[in-house]
């Protein structure tokens, strides 16, 4: 039986304000309403299994997990800039095929490096044209907690008489060693033998406080976004 540690598959955090050139909020309760919809996993498998002798076994990657948030994926570019009618619309973007990779070889810092694509289309296929976006990568603890924000740029260049134009980006964080390992004590209370008839045999070790609290503390994500401001973000929620 394979289960997941929480936080591992999807995570659902509070909203994102942004003002204009908006820097990410710096208190714990950063993002009432953001939910995170594409986690990418591939390099930072985090399972448990269940061991038939009894307890359970964790396989698990300190590795911070990659992820695009809601409301900040997508881009959308006015024409004036204070219209809001479809008409009006200059230039769409989206980000996307967000990959991670970590390196967890050596050292008390891990480095996760998120590669992601920006696919654009303008309204209108005129002369070449290069449009900059502004975007966001940040490192959450624990859901809520800020532990550090970069801001990145990316051109997109539209060929002569094409509506369309894509680019390549990337954003590279790390996190604390220590801070996303569990400690052992831990490890020993999840991973503890457990025999039929005992008292606490069906009992799931992730339904205790101190357990869940640390696997909880020990979980990074890499958040990746454009950087909105409160009018773009306003109309990305309103959508």
């Known amino acids: 039986m394979i289960r997941r ?4 598959k999807r995570s659902r955090h509070d909203d994102v304000k942004d003002a204009d050139s908006v820097p990410f909020p710096k208190t714990s309760a950063i993002l009432p309403t953001l939910l995170v919809t594409a986690l990418t ?3 930072c498998a985090q399972d448990t299994e269940y061991d038939e002798r009894g ?3 964790i396989a698990r990657s300190a590795c911070p997990a990659a ?3 809601t409301y900040t994926g997508d881009i959308t570019l006015f024409d004036p800039p204070a219209e809001r009618r479809v008409e009006a619309i200059d230039v ?21 490096t998120a590669g992601f694509d920006v696919q654009a289309r303008r309204a209108v296929a005129g002369p070449a044209r290069s449009v900059t976006l502004p975007y966001f ?14 801001l ?6 539209f060929p ?15 996190v604390s060693r220590a801070a996303a390992t569990l400690p052992d004590e831990i490890l020993q209370r999840i991973n503890r033998k457990r025999k039929a008839g005992d008292a606490d045999a069906a009992l799931d070790p992730m339904n205790e406080p101190a357990v869940r609290d640390a696997v909880s503390r020990a979980n990074f994500e890499l958040l990746i976004g454009f950087q909105l401001t409160e009018s773009q973000l306003a109309y990305n929620a309103s959508r």
């Open 5 to 8: 540690l929480p936080g591992l």
């Open 41 to 43: 996993l591939s390099a």
């Open 55 to 57: 307890g359970f076994k």
């Open 67 to 69: 992820a695009i948030a």
């Open 92 to 112: 769409s973007a989206a980000i996307s095929n967000l990959r991670a990779t970590c390196n967890e070889n050596g050292g008390d810092r891990i480095q996760v």
């Open 137 to 150: 990568a940040t490192v959450l603890r624990a859901g809520t907690q800020l532990e550090s924000k970069q």
């Open 152 to 157: 990145g740029q990316v051109t997109i260049v």
């Open 160 to 174: 002569e008489g094409q509506l369309r134009g894509s680019a390549h980006a990337s954003a590279t964080a790390s």
